[in-house]
């Protein structure tokens, strides 16, 4: 049997064998899981909450074990601080290899729309022992999927400087039938940090406004009928920041799609659903940074509706200074 449609792996261990831009093959029984989710900051751990909610009820394993692991390797910078995408890459793969090697999950969702862009690059993609998904594609689908349904709407995709600047979300949308001419990109500076101290703050909403107000300043007069979508996993935190700013400038919005919940959507083939009565979730948060204890409130506030569980790890996360390694680029 394989996986990743190369390397052999041995069917106990394989629970999920994906490739970004590929259907799932079946899963593999198994009572117990290990799911880890990776992102370069917090907005991940939304993730993670979701696939605990969804994995108590829907009854696939008697226990899964939740591991958040912050690829972020400092707090004064992060991966879109770095000189060069070289740079990015071989963090975010030194990341994922301490990942695997440490925490032996039986599958990694990269639950970072900047990182599921650099991820078909790194060694660690090529010749992981691990199943691995990124965000990108499962994202691109469900936007295309919103669309279809008001093909005369344009499409805003509003993300990081990295992940606006590889063009993987458009090219993907237009490859799914969306007309490039209908779709607007918006990179947002440094607001993944304001929604991780405060999603609901004063601050975070005036930001989220004057992108929308950038955006909508390159669409037609009068302004089409608007898709929003939040390619960067921590912009969902902050949802009605995201409405507000388009009532307040009275812009027809179709919707507001955040994609993160079709990644998950990957743990849960029908075959498997209802073998037992219910699951026991462990979970846990690592990183090698510190998480300040305003973060740990504001957005444990936010993940205690979804899932007590992961509010809890967030509370009671793990401080591994020596999580990974990891180094500026060389000088040239």
Same mark, same amino acid.
């Given at each position: 049997?394989?996986?990743?449609?190369?390397?052999?792996?041995?069917?106990?261990?394989?629970?999920?064998?994906?490739?970004?831009?590929?259907?799932?093959?079946?899963?593999?029984?198994?009572?117990?899981?290990?799911?880890?989710?990776?992102?370069?900051?917090?907005?991940?751990?939304?993730?993670?909450?979701?696939?605990?909610?969804?994995?108590?009820?829907?009854?696939?394993?008697?226990?899964?074990?939740? #591991?958040?692991?912050?690829?972020?390797?400092?707090?004064?910078?992060?991966?879109?601080?770095?000189?060069?995408?070289?740079?990015?890459?071989?963090?975010?793969?030194?990341?994922?290899?301490?990942?695997?090697?440490?925490?032996?999950?039986?599958?990694?969702?990269?639950?970072?729309?900047?990182?599921?862009?650099?991820?078909?690059?790194?060694?660690?993609?090529?010749?992981?022992?691990?199943?691995?998904?990124?965000?990108?594609?499962?994202?691109?689908?469900?936007?295309?999927?919103?669309?279809?349904?008001?093909?005369?709407?344009?499409?805003?995709?509003?993300?990081?400087?990295?992940?606006?600047?590889?063009?993987?979300?458009?090219?993907?949308?237009?490859?799914?039938?969306?007309?490039?001419?209908?779709?607007?990109?918006?990179?947002?500076?440094?607001?993944?940090?304001?929604?991780?101290?405060?999603?609901?703050?004063?601050?975070?909403?005036?930001?989220?406004?004057?992108?929308?107000?950038?955006?909508?300043?390159?669409?037609?007069?009068?302004?089409?009928?608007?898709?929003?979508?939040?390619?960067?996993?921590?912009?969902?935190?902050?949802?009605?920041?995201?409405?507000?700013?388009?009532?307040?400038?009275?812009?027809?919005?179709?919707?507001?799609?955040?994609?993160?919940?079709?990644?998950?959507?990957?743990?849960?083939?029908?075959?498997?659903?209802?073998?037992?009565?219910?699951?026991?979730?462990?979970?846990? #948060?690592?990183?090698?940074?510190?998480?300040?204890?305003?973060?740990?409130?504001?957005?444990?506030?936010?993940?205690?509706?979804?899932?007590?569980?992961?509010?809890?790890?967030?509370?009671?996360?793990?401080?591994?200074?020596?999580?990974?390694?990891?180094?500026?680029?060389?000088?040239?």
């Amino acid at each position: 049997m394989t996986r990743g449609w190369g390397a052999v792996v041995p069917p106990a261990l394989m629970i999920f064998c994906f490739c970004a831009g590929h259907n799932n093959p079946p899963a593999i029984a198994k009572d117990e899981i290990t799911v880890a989710v990776t992102d370069s900051g917090l907005g991940g751990l939304s993730i993670m909450a979701d696939a605990a909610a969804r994995l108590q009820s829907a009854g696939l394993y008697k226990k899964a074990n939740l #591991v958040f692991f912050n690829a972020l390797f400092s707090n004064d910078s992060g991966y879109n601080s770095l000189p060069s995408r070289e740079a990015k890459i071989r963090v975010f793969d030194s990341a994922l290899r301490s990942l695997e090697t440490n925490f032996h999950p039986d599958v990694i969702l990269v639950g970072c729309n900047t990182l599921s862009v650099l991820l078909p690059d790194t060694p660690f993609a090529r010749t992981a022992k691990t199943p691995i998904r990124g965000i990108v594609e499962p994202g691109a689908a469900r936007l295309a999927e919103a669309w279809r349904k008001t093909p005369a709407a344009a499409v805003i995709l509003f993300g990081t400087e990295t992940t606006i600047a590889e063009g993987a979300h458009r090219a993907r949308l237009i490859e799914l039938g969306v007309p490039g001419e209908k779709i607007i990109v918006q990179s947002c500076p440094e607001l993944a940090s304001y929604i991780e101290s405060a999603p609901a703050g004063e601050d975070t909403g005036l930001l989220i406004s004057s992108y929308v107000d950038e955006a909508l300043a390159r669409l037609p007069s009068p302004a089409p009928l608007i898709l929003a979508g939040l390619v960067c996993t921590h912009y969902g935190y902050a949802r009605e920041a995201w409405s507000k700013a388009f009532a307040e400038k009275g812009i027809a919005l179709m919707d507001i799609i955040n994609p993160n919940n079709r990644l998950v959507d990957t743990l849960f083939p029908a075959e498997m659903k209802k073998r037992f009565p219910r699951t026991e979730i462990a979970a846990r #948060v690592v990183s090698m940074v510190e998480i300040t204890e305003n973060k740990r409130r504001s957005l444990g506030e936010w993940l205690e509706r979804a899932s007590p569980e992961v509010a809890a790890a967030l509370r009671s996360y793990a401080l591994q200074p020596d999580l990974f390694e990891w180094a500026p680029a060389p000088r040239k």
